[in-house]
């Protein structure tokens, strides 16, 4: 799930007080177990009926967070390839043709920040990603 960019600023420091998403992940299939959703106070908090319901919606959101994983994974496997091969490889080529050693440090300076800022957007999705599981499973799952 990808956060709107209009949000990107509104979720980036805003962690979702309620949710401790843990999961486990399976060495070979990379299949997900959600171990715990909720925080433990939170959890504390349900009744019995709840706690059904709970145990249900961690079974049922694995899929979606083995994908959310798997497409930030892409996002810092993308803008690590595409830094080194244009950024830094722009700037190897500018320092070929200037032999200004400049240019090579500015240049991987300027793709460290890139990165940071690709982190950034993972981070934002991430919580943003985690509330609207939580706004699903207070919608749906308790009465």
Same mark, same amino acid.
């Given at each position: 799930?990808?956060?709107?960019?209009?949000?990107?600023?509104?979720?980036?420091?805003? !962690?979702?007080?309620?949710?401790?998403?843990?999961?486990?992940?399976?060495?070979?299939?990379?299949?997900?177990?959600?171990?715990?959703?909720?925080?433990?106070?939170?959890? /504390?908090?349900?009744?019995?009926?709840?706690?059904?319901?709970?145990?249900?919606?961690?079974?049922?959101?694995?899929?979606?967070? /083995?994908?959310?994983? /798997?497409?930030?994974?892409?996002? /810092?496997?993308?803008?690590?390839?595409?830094?080194? %091969?244009?950024?830094?490889?722009? +700037?190897?080529?500018?320092?070929?043709?200037? +032999?200004?050693?400049?240019?090579?440090?500015?240049?991987?300076? $300027?793709?460290?920040?890139?990165?940071?800022?690709?982190?950034?957007?993972?981070? %934002?999705?991430? !919580?943003?990603?985690?509330?609207?599981? $939580?706004?699903?499973?207070?919608?749906?799952?308790?009465?």
């Amino acid at each position: 799930m990808n956060i709107p960019f209009n949000q990107f600023f509104k979720y980036l420091f805003k !962690h979702n007080p309620n949710v401790n998403l843990k999961f486990k992940e399976e060495r070979f299939s990379g299949d997900i177990e959600v171990s715990q959703f909720l925080t433990n106070k939170k959890e /504390r908090e349900l009744n019995s009926e709840e706690k059904e319901s709970y145990k249900m919606f961690m079974n049922q959101i694995g899929d979606s967070v /083995r994908d959310q994983r /798997r497409v930030n994974n892409l996002y /810092r496997f993308i803008s690590i390839i595409a830094f080194l %091969a244009l950024i830094i490889g722009l +700037g190897f080529f500018m320092w070929l043709s200037s +032999g200004n050693n400049w240019v090579i440090i500015g240049a991987a300076y $300027y793709s460290f920040f890139a990165y940071l800022l690709v982190e950034a957007y993972i981070e %934002a999705s991430s !919580h943003y990603f985690e509330n609207q599981l $939580y706004k699903t499973f207070n919608e749906k799952y308790l009465i």
